[in-house]
Nanobody, 115 residues
């Protein structure tokens, strides 16, 4: 069982920055992959960024060059640094962990970007 707790969401103006954190209850080095998803009102949840156990990362095209996913293994915490935020980034952001064979989700944190 892995519990995930997100923090760091909030209200920011377009062009601003936020850093999201996801604290895991397990040793994240033992987790196959972790990622950030987001869900805007009335829309499906979409993958934003992933970091695999070996450290490889990938990003949705819409956030490449603006968002950076990282992790601190000693703190069992994953981060999402979001720069140059746009109104279309407004959504609830969810932390995800895949620790085979189970998939875990955090409760979500709201990010609102005003124009």
């Amino acid at each position: 069982q892995v519990q995930l707790v997100e923090s760091g969401g909030g209200l920011v103006q377009a062009g601003g920055s936020l850093r999201l954190s996801c604290a895991a209850s397990a040793n994240i080095f033992s987790i196959n992959s972790m990622g950030w998803y987001r869900q805007a009102p009335g829309k499906q949840r979409h993958l934003v960024a992933t970091i695999f156990s070996g450290g490889i990362t990938n990003y949705a095209d819409s956030v490449k060059g603006r968002f950076t996913i990282s992790r601190d293994i000693a703190k069992n915490t994953m981060y999402l640094q979001m720069n140059n935020l746009k109104p279309e980034d407004t959504a609830v952001y969810y932390c995800n962990a895949w620790k085979s064979p189970n998939n875990y989700w955090g409760q979500g944190t709201q990010v609102t970007v005003s124009s």
